[in-house]
Every structure is written in C-alpha cells, then in structure tokens.
Antibody
Framework: EVQLVESGGGLVKPGGSLRLSCAGS????????MSWVRQAPGKGLEWVGR??????????DYAAPVKGRFTISRDDSKNTVYLQMSSLKIEDTAVYYC?????????WGQGALVTVTS | DIVMTQSPDSLAVSLGERATINCKSS????????????LAWYQQKPGQPPKLLIY???TRESGVPDRFSGSGSGTDFTLTISGLQAEDVAVYYC?????????FGQGTKVEI
C-alpha cells in the first residue's frame, strides 16, 4: 500500500520561507511523477507543481502563481520529495498535499498546513 | 491553460436518488493517438484528502462502488451517483490531466 506523509508545515511571515517534505512508503518515489496540490481554507484544489520520474528526466513544472518562488526536488536516498517555498505571500496559505501522478492524481498524503500571516 | 467548469456548484439529492454533476473543459482533453480522455473525478470529504473515483473519464478506480459512473468525451463530462448514500455527501471535483498546468473544476457540493 502506498503511503505519503507530509511534514514541515507551520506559521511563517510574508516574505519568509518554508520547506515541506513528503516521505513515501510502499513506493519508490524516484520511479513516480510526484505533484503538489494545495487547497486554501474553504476553497478548491489547485495544482502547484510536479517533478517527473527519474526515467522521464526528473524535470519540474510549476503553476504560474508559484513559478520562480517554489522549487520541487527529490532525495532518492530518503525516498522523499520536497517543496521549497520562498517569498511566501498571504495567498499561499493552504493545506499542501503531495500526490502520485499517473492517470490523474492517485495516492495522496494527509496534507500539511501552511499559514502565511504577519 | 484549460479551464474546467463544473455545474451545478451544489445540489441536494434524496437518499437513493440520482446525482448528476457536469464538467466542461475549455478545450478537448481527448488525445487522438490513444482515443483516451484525460479526465478524472475526485471525492473530498471534510478534513480528508481527495479520493480518486474515476479516470480516463469512465474507468472506475479499484474499490470504488459501482454506483459511481463517469461518461462523456472531448469537452463535456458527467459524474453520476446512482442511488445516493449518506456517505456520498462530499465535494466532487473534475481534473484534466491532458496538459500542464493540471486544472481542476471549482467543485460541486453534494448534500442530502
């Protein structure tokens, strides 16, 4: 069974940085396309970005609102994917989910809450 | 970017009755080389992550009850819940995975 566990969420001031981790079990994350999806309080789902599998080149893509501020990376030795967030804005406040991506987004973590507030 | 528009935003259905949710994409999500629609449906209950119900527009994910069905092709899609159960109260989203950025519909809240 695939399990994804996010960690690293918390409170941060506007302009600050935070790194989320997504640890996988039951799956080798380097073999998977991994995406981050966020959900602002009371709002819908928004795709944030993705890192392709190693065999697909391991390249990354980002949504326009976070491009240049967020970076997705992977540590294969820890079977973990990261979302490095910088220059955070109040509108980045959300629950951030990591997901596997194949036919849509299949397995999801429970999410990590990021609150950007002064 | 492909814009996904769901209708209605919310609906109330009696137990045992049918719920129908529509999703329209601003451009086709049908990939001609394999004749597959890159469209998925999700169910999200409060405090939980979304759960994949349907992919390729009409293929039910393993373990999903057969009262959930997806239909449509190209730009117009439907999720049908036949015989609504109390545990189906949730918000439902469609997703296109035809192109990047991946985009979701705004969600449809289903209530009893």
């Amino acid at each position: 069974e695939v399990q994804l566990v996010e960690s690293g969420g918390g409170l941060v001031k506007p302009g600050g940085s935070l790194r989320l981790s997504c640890a996988g079990s039951g799956i080798t994350l380097s073999n998977a396309w991994m995406s981050w999806v966020r959900q602002a309080p009371g709002k819908g789902l928004e795709w944030v970005g993705r890192i392709k599998s190693k065999i697909a080149g391991g390249t990354t893509d980002y949504a326009a609102p976070v491009k240049g501020r967020f970076t997705i990376s992977r540590d294969d030795s820890k079977n973990t994917v990261y979302l490095q967030m910088s220059s955070l804005k109040i509108e980045d406040t959300a629950v951030y989910y990591c997901t596997t991506e194949d036919v849509g987004f299949e397995s999801w973590g429970q999410g990590a809450l990021v609150t950007v507030t002064s | 970017d492909i814009v996904m528009t769901q209708s209605p935003d919310s609906l109330a259905v009696s137990l045992g009755e049918r719920a129908t949710i529509n999703c329209k994409s601003s451009q086709s999500v049908l990939y001609s080389s394999n004749n597959k629609d890159y469209l998925a449906w999700y169910q999200q209950k409060p405090g939980q992550p979304p759960k994949l119900l349907i992919y390729w527009a009409s293929t039910r994910e393993s373990g999903v009850p057969d009262r959930f069905s997806g239909s449509g092709s190209g730009t117009d899609f439907t999720l049908t819940i036949s015989g609504l159960q109390a545990e189906d109260v949730a918000v439902y989203y469609c997703l296109q995975y035809y192109s990047t950025p991946r985009t979701f519909g705004q969600g449809t809240k289903v209530e009893i």
